[in-house]
């Protein structure tokens, strides 16, 4: 059995308000994220109390429904602040993207009691929910190879997801599966799994990575692992609408934007470098060649954002080409990011490939987001289809 609470926010947007957690969250990805920032590049992890700092601070709530004890800010709105927190370290960015978005896909299907016990634990951010949906031999999603068996009421999952966020240290996997045996488009399933030590369930850290310090990453091998029925989200055969409906198709837009969030920051480094930075004489802010690679910066920087804005709203709409727009935003997204960073760089010289310099770090975080939530590969895949069979608009 399914709630019918579905995520929505109130009617009467709070204009005054929402500026306010703008300039707060602003001061402190400027002041505290950037310490915590130096501390997580400098140890390779993220220390015990950034959790419950961003919590306390509510950052964590930012998107959930008021009834489920959110902020209730519309996606779209939200997506600001995501563009703000993104300029910070990408490990502080992952945990505020991750936690305000696992509820979309939770709460159309969780059970009052999942509600209770899992999604609102989850948007309140003192219980951890990792989205565990990748593969190293599945592409898509829709060609898993983890498979479910139910026998009475219990579920034995068998198979291996990699590159899971949050994957160690969780309380609860968001698993898809395909129900062992089925080869139709519906045979999946989903479970909220709880990380607690069950039979058959390895755990490997596989955190250390290009960038993104600090963050855990797992691989998870299951072996006849029981899980019970009641962990079943949703009923059987809804394991990709939960995965690639409820979570995905607004995941991509959040991802595009950490994308300009990140642009933003490396183009403010290479300016405040450009600034004081002398040649025979001359800051470099006065060549030309340096304000046509700052120029082409911010123009795509802003063609970028225009893009994850329309898909913001479009997903908010409920539009029909909602999923189009989600994967065209990240698609520009993160190939504009690689411009933007790779100039950014440029700028800095030599200087800029030693990590003393923030631009070092910065470069290496923006890697992350081309394969993240789907490479681009799958997203043109995704726009090219849509083109060709006529189910987009101009």
Not at 87 to 114: C, D, K, Y
Not at 320 to 331: E, F, H, N, Q, Y
Not at 362 to 377: L, S
Request: net charge negative; hydrophobic share 40%; glycine share 8%.
């Amino acid at each position: 059995m399914t709630t019918t609470l579905a995520p929505t926010v109130s009617a009467e947007f709070d204009e005054a308000g929402f500026q306010a957690i703008k300039a707060d969250l602003t001061a402190w990805v400027e002041g505290p994220g950037e310490a915590y920032a130096d501390e997580i590049e400098a140890t390779g992890k993220v220390p015990d109390r950034l959790l419950p700092e961003l919590r306390d601070r509510g950052y964590l709530s930012l998107a959930a429904p008021v009834e489920l004890g959110g902020r209730g800010i519309p996606f779209s709105r939200y997506l600001e602040l995501m563009e703000i927190v993104s300029r910070s370290h990408a490990s502080v960015r992952m945990l505020v993207h991750v936690i305000n978005g696992t509820w979309r896909a939770m709460v159309p299907f969780a059970t009052p009691e999942q509600l209770e016990e899992v999604v609102k634990p989850s948007i309140a951010g003192t219980k951890l929910v990792a989205f565990t949906l990748t593969e190293a031999t599945a592409g898509t999603g829709q060609d898993l190879h983890t498979t479910a068996r139910l026998e009475g009421d219990t579920w034995y999952v068998n198979g291996e997801k990699h590159m899971i966020t949050f994957g160690v240290k969780c309380d609860y996997w968001l698993l898809a599966a395909r129900i062992e045996g089925s080869t139709a488009p519906d045979g999946f399933v989903a479970f909220l799994m709880p990380n607690t030590g069950l039979p058959g369930a390895e755990v490997i850290d596989d955190s250390e990575t290009m960038g993104i310090r600090g963050t855990d990453h797992a691989i998870l091998r299951f072996t006849e692992t029981p899980v019970p029925a009641s962990a079943l989200l949703g009923e059987q055969g809804d394991g990709l609408k939960v995965a690639l409906g409820g979570f995905l198709l607004p995941s991509r837009v959040s991802v595009a934007m950490s994308a300009v969030g990140l642009a933003e920051r490396a183009q403010q480094l290479a300016v405040e470098y450009a600034n004081t930075r002398e040649t025979f004489g001359k800051k470099l802010s006065t060549r030309q060649a340096i304000q046509f690679y700052l120029a082409e910066n911010y123009a795509d920087i802003a063609a970028a954002r225009a893009l994850v804005i329309e898909a913001a709203r479009a997903y908010e709409e409920d539009r029909p080409d909602a999923g189009v727009l989600s994967s065209a935003s990240k698609m520009v997204a993160v190939d504009m990011l690689a411009r933007v960073t790779d100039k950014a760089l440029q700028v800095h010289g030599g200087q800029g490939y030693w990590k003393r310099n923030k631009i070092e770090r910065v470069y290496r975080d923006a890697r992350a987001q081309r394969f993240e939530e789907g490479t681009n590969e799958i997203q043109k895949l995704v726009v090219g289809r849509a083109v060709v069979t006529g189910a987009v608009d101009y």
